[in-house]
């Protein structure tokens, strides 16, 4: 498994000959990515072939790796939120213009099942007809459904609160301090003072926007909790054998669009060339 930053502490990885960890987060995110690619081909081959029984120790497999991902993600967040919110580096300009505070939203998670469970339903009427089912997402229960539509509601609500909140810190970029700490900075500089002489305003304005980069970690660290909890709410409602098919349909969705959309960036970038 990819190494977490080395101001963890702490090595989760697979050993390597370094016990320091990726540079940047897009390194980490890189080797992630490999390692997804990996556990999608592990999956698609465990779909086939394996049992319920079997089934449950590579599904488990997978959101650890998936938690894995977050907890690397908030250490980089502790030394560069703003890089994490801004991931031009690390994705395609397509999937940055679909990002929710990061990453994907939780809601995506209730989207993709019903779109996946319909074509496999669809897929296997014939089967279902003569009371045949395959164990895919489209043999969901109506037990199954009356709990995910109640952890859907549940997860629109959370998600609703982190935007409103988000949104709340946004509107403190315009509060009375920013304006007067703004203003203040604006009168120097028309009378010809560099503001990094006023040492004292330097660090008003320094920390001013620490603590604006403070809400955004927290805000971060919200959203990441609720779609890694929400993932895991929603594979603890499946069966194995649907959380096998859920999780391909994930990592496929995740690492076609990525790919999609770098390809599309290096063609926007040759043409300038």
């Known amino acids: 498994m990819s190494i977490l930053p080395s101001s963890s502490g702490a090595s989760t990885g697979t050993k390597q000959k370094s016990n320091s960890g990726p540079t940047t987060f897009k390194t980490f995110f890189e080797c992630w990515l490999v390692e997804q690619n990996q556990h999608l081909q592990d999956l698609v081959a465990i779909s086939q072939t394996r049992t319920e029984e079997q089934s449950w120790c590579p599904v488990q497999k997978v959101l650890d790796h998936y938690e894995h991902y977050y907890k690397a993600k908030a250490e980089w967040s502790k030394q560069d939120v703003l890089a994490i919110l801004s991931p031009s580096s690390w994705t395609s300009t397509f ?96 009378r010809g003072d560099g503001y990094e002489e006023g040492v004292g305003v330097e660090v008003e304005v320094e920390l001013a926007m620490e603590l604006k980069k403070e809400g955004l970690k927290e805000m971060l660290r919200r959203a990441d909790d609720l779609r890694l909890k929400t993932l895991k709410a929603l594979i603890d409602i499946m069966t194995p054998s649907q959380g096998v098919h859920y999780l391909i349909a994930a990592a496929e969705l995740h690492l076609r669009i990525h790919e999609w959309g770098k390809v599309r960036d290096g063609k926007r970038l040759s043409s300038f060339t």
């Open 95 to 190: 999937e940055a213009a679909f990002l929710w505070i990061g990453g994907w939203r939780p809601t995506m998670a209730f989207q993709l099942l019903y779109s996946k469970s319909g074509i496999q339903l669809e897929n296997q009427l014939y089967q279902l007809i003569h009371g045949l089912g395959k164990g895919d997402l489209g043999d969901l229960s109506p037990s199954q459904i009356v709990r995910i539509d109640k952890l859907q509601a549940k997860t629109v609500k959370e998600e609703k609160n982190i935007s409103e909140k988000l949104a709340k810190h946004e509107g403190t970029l315009a509060d009375s301090c920013m304006v007067k700490l703004t203003h203040m900075v604006s009168e120097m500089m028309r």
